[in-house]
């Protein structure tokens, strides 16, 4: 950027009021998300953006408190509590943020690609980054930073060192792109393909095409596939598409004909030349992925032997960021995806929200194809270190070695991967939070083998990404002064209680309930602060105290209980009446209210947090009216409640379906449940995201012939010669014996395999015939792919028991795109 930018140039770019300037400091970073905040200085600016499902101006307080001293927002706040500040009020926060970040593309004139489509954005991004890396200094967007938002903090990064850019876009709906294209101003567009089913926000598949268009509007050359008909035809008959046209086909007659030599070979005509490239994966998908990168290479006039070393050199697209289970008490944070400032920020991030171990330790490798020089890029890695809270710090790589004076950490410094390897056993890791990042050259897969407990080959997988999507689309239904208590019982529905609920904690909900007491208190072990109810109790009042649990109270006697071993101790407790309104399992009855008045004006120990009741029938249209009889029978009882405490409480009745049924029924709290895991038993919500997926492996494969039996107590027959395998799953991993003998069904590489004979304890035997398999495929129990609402239906039960039959055995891996 050409000269300073200052928070006057600042309000001069974005526009708005400055309602307070106490002194003029220089701008650098940016930070929108106060969750997500890596070092907090005079030269940082904050948006406070007032979202659907948070508020930044709540968190002014705290980030001020931190030395935030430059401050965007877009409501009017009492700028006496920030005497220290300088303040500007704009109309819109994120159209501030957009402004500032087309402000500084403004600033250079270097080749910019912008992808879009409907899929394969990212994947397309990131290999193009590597095919370019080993040419130019290249910018990409990190991750899936395709939003609004996401491209304006993406922009932001660039500097005078890079040469190249890459950024994708992504919308959702109509008059979106045209913001991204201001930002963005792409001279190179990439379309990579379109679904075939519109989606919603767009009124047509055309509609969403002309709507992607839209970044291409100023693009000097635009990249398809010409195989894609409706993209074809629509680019050449856009009105707003003036430029070079560059599309490739396997099919038609285009400016770069593919044809097919064998699954990885190809040949290549382009500007009357002829290239012979091999492939470095087999499938359909990824050959035109990487078609769009290699027309993009063929326009800057690489080469055939230039573009095939740098294809040799690419890898498979890890689209995750996983947690695991460690060895001697650790969670390994796995992230060996690649490595740069903006990368190690997200992860740092995501290791900060985790609070299962307080311990955090980091294994980095050299940051390469770094724009900055050596001495600046870390000394930002030693401050991004300290920010969030790393203890200790294992680097690798002769850069770090050099600069290990720049990270003031506790730490440990080896020249390569193989160094340490040797060292693994002279090291200690124990109850430690262990983030692994590194670049692709130093291999730290093998150190993630070394540190994570060797599984057993059965995995649950909990897409962490799909579960905040779900939490905030039931956010998106409440009013802004409705509460929300999350369940996370049983495992948190088998996902795993501590995990979920760090991750619900980093999300500000306001409480958690939990089944019994020794849930309740696994969580406070593993870090988790939020307020917790206690659905049913036993007599453990001391440890109920101990851990500040709050529990259910649903009978007289035991309040009774409660009161009179509070007063041999002099200690109150906050509980929540649980009233019976239909439900008949827990619950004061309504013809008990006028005794528990009464009990409760004598019994100054107890604090009354909140009133609630159970919806029997919420998730059916048959009991709806039932449902709303039990609404109205609770409303007046808890009014009669609180009249009688003097004193306001939390009520609440609606569970997981109550939310999209009955919405005029929030009260003060909601309950979710369920419904965050991705199951609506309503109907009313398609938008939800599949958060879990149970897999495991083909162990052994044999051919039987007809008339041979299979398993225990000869359960299955052969009808015919038949392919069977053999998998690592039986019931005692939750796999129950009622999908014996061809009711249950599994899935592997795309196609359903039934069940022969009688599930096992430890595997379990399935008809492979036809299916084009072996030892050691990954097998799909269920999933995005197989749902779990299709599996549970087959033995007649319901997802929530197929969710929470999943044993502890099965490891949990948690990961975040």
């Not at 970073?29 to 070092?39: A, C, F, L, N, P």
């Not at 190179?188 to 519109?198: C, D, L, Q, R, Y």
């Not at 015919?720 to 991993?733: E, F, P, Q, S």
Request: charged residues 20%; contains cysteine; hydrophobic residues 40%.
């Amino acid at each position: 950027m050409d000269g300073i930018l200052d928070f006057q140039k600042l309000s001069e770019i974005v526009g708005g009021s400055i309602t307070q300037l106490h002194s003029n400091h220089e701008i650098s970073d940016i930070i929108t998300d106060s969750r997500k905040v890596h070092t907090i200085g005079l030269h940082s600016v904050f948006f406070a953006i007032n979202g659907i499902h948070h508020d930044g101006h709540l968190f002014l307080e705290d980030l001020y408190n931190k030395n935030l001293r430059n401050i965007v927002v877009e409501k009017e706040i009492d700028w006496h509590q920030f005497p220290e500040a300088n303040i500007l009020v704009v109309e819109n926060s994120i159209q501030a943020l957009q402004k500032l970040a087309t402000f500084h593309r403004s600033e250079f004139q270097i080749p910019v690609v912008g992808i879009t489509g409907s899929n394969a954005k990212t994947i397309v991004k990131e290999w193009l980054f590597q095919l370019l890396s080993g040419s130019y200094e290249v910018l990409q967007s990190p991750r899936s930073y395709n939003s609004q938002l996401g491209v304006s903090l993406s922009v932001w990064q660039l500097n005078s060192g890079h040469e190249q850019a890459i950024f994708e876009a992504g919308i959702s709906t109509v008059n979106e792109m045209r913001h991204l294209e201001t930002i963005i101003k792409p001279t190179v567009g990439i379309f990579t393909n379109i679904g075939s089913a519109h989606e919603q926000g767009f009124s047509s598949v055309e509609e969403k095409v002309k709507e992607k268009l839209q970044l291409f509007k100023t693009s000097e050359l635009i990249i398809y596939c010409q195989d894609h008909k409706l993209i074809h035809d629509m680019i050449n008959e856009s009105s707003l598409i003036n430029c070079q046209l560059l599309s490739w086909s396997f099919n038609a007659d285009s400016p770069i004909k593919i044809k097919t030599i064998n699954a990885r070979h190809f040949e290549i005509k382009f500007n009357q030349k002829v290239l012979r490239l091999k492939l470095p994966f087999a499938d359909r998908a990824s050959h035109e992925n990487l078609f769009h990168c290699i027309s993009y290479l063929l326009h800057l006039g690489f080469e055939e032997p230039r573009i095939q070393v740098a294809l040799n050199r690419l890898e498979p697209i890890k689209m995750r960021l996983a947690l695991k289970q460690g060895i001697n008490g650790c969670s390994i944070v796995d992230d060996t995806y690649n490595n740069d400032l903006v990368g190690l920020e997200f992860a740092l991030q995501f290791l900060h929200s985790q609070h299962q171990r307080s311990s955090k330790t980091v294994i980095l490798s050299d940051i390469p194809q770094s724009s900055l020089s050596q001495d600046l890029l870390y000394q930002k890695v030693g401050q991004l270190l300290k920010s969030q809270g790393v203890k200790r710090f294992i680097g690798i790589g002769p850069e770090l070695y050099a600069q290990k004076e720049k990270i003031d950490i506790p730490g440990e410094y080896f020249n390569s991967t193989d160094s340490f390897l040797k060292d693994f056993k002279t090291l200690v890791f124990e109850n430690e939070m262990v983030l692994v990042k590194g670049a692709r050259v130093f291999e730290f897969e093998k150190i993630v083998s070394q540190l994570v407990e060797k599984l057993h080959e059965t995995v649950l997988e909990i897409d962490l990404d799909a579960l905040t999507h779900n939490l905030n689309f039931y956010r998106n239904k409440l009013r802004a002064s409705t509460k929300l208590m999350v369940m996370v019982k049983a495992l948190a529905y088998g996902s795993g209680s501590a995990e979920i609920s760090n991750l619900l904690q980093f999300h500000k909900v306001d409480y958690l309930a939990v089944a019994y007491t020794d849930e309740g208190v696994e969580l406070r072990k593993n870090g988790v602060q939020l307020p917790v109810m206690v659905m049913n109790p036993k007599n453990d009042l001391v440890r109920l105290l101990e851990n500040d649990l709050e529990p259910e109270v649903f009978g007289l006697s035991q309040l009774q209980r409660y009161v009179e071993e509070l007063k041999l101790i002099n200690q109150e407790l906050g509980v929540h009446l649980n009233i019976n309104t239909g439900m008949n399992r827990l619950g004061v009855d309504a013809e008990e209210i006028d005794q528990l008045i009464e009990a409760l004006k004598v019994s100054p120990q107890i604090k009354v947090k909140s009133i609630f009741t159970h919806l029997a029938g919420a998730d059916s249209t048959e009991h709806r009216d039932f449902s709303l009889q039990q609404l109205h029978d609770f409303e007046p009882i808890a009014q009669q409640l609180e009249k009688a405490l003097g004193y306001s409480t939390i009520k609440h009745a609606l569970n997981s379906a109550g939310i999209l049924s009955f919405p005029e029924y929030q009260m003060d709290m909601v309950r979710l449940g369920i419904g965050l895991h991705g199951f609506d038993p309503s109907g009313h919500a398609n938008e939800l995201f599949s958060v879990s997926t149970l897999k495991t492996i083909i162990s052994q494969i044999r051919k039987i012939e007809e008339g041979e039996t299979i398993g225990y107590g000869r359960k299955g027959t052969a009808t015919k010669d038949c392919v069977i395998a053999t998998i690592a799953l039986g019931y005692a991993d939750g796999f129950s014996r009622a999908f014996s003998d061809g009711i249950g069904q599994v899935m592997i590489n795309g196609n359903l395999a039934n069940v022969i004979g009688n599930v096992c304890m430890d595997m379990t035997m399935i008809d492979i015939t036809g299916i084009d398999a072996k030892e050691g495929d990954e097998v799909i129990i269920f999933g995005k792919e197989l749902p779990i609402q299709q599996v549970a239906s087959s033995i007649d039960t319901i997802p929530y028991e197929i969710l929470t039959s999943v044993s502890s055995r099965v490891k949990r891996i948690y990961f975040s795109h």
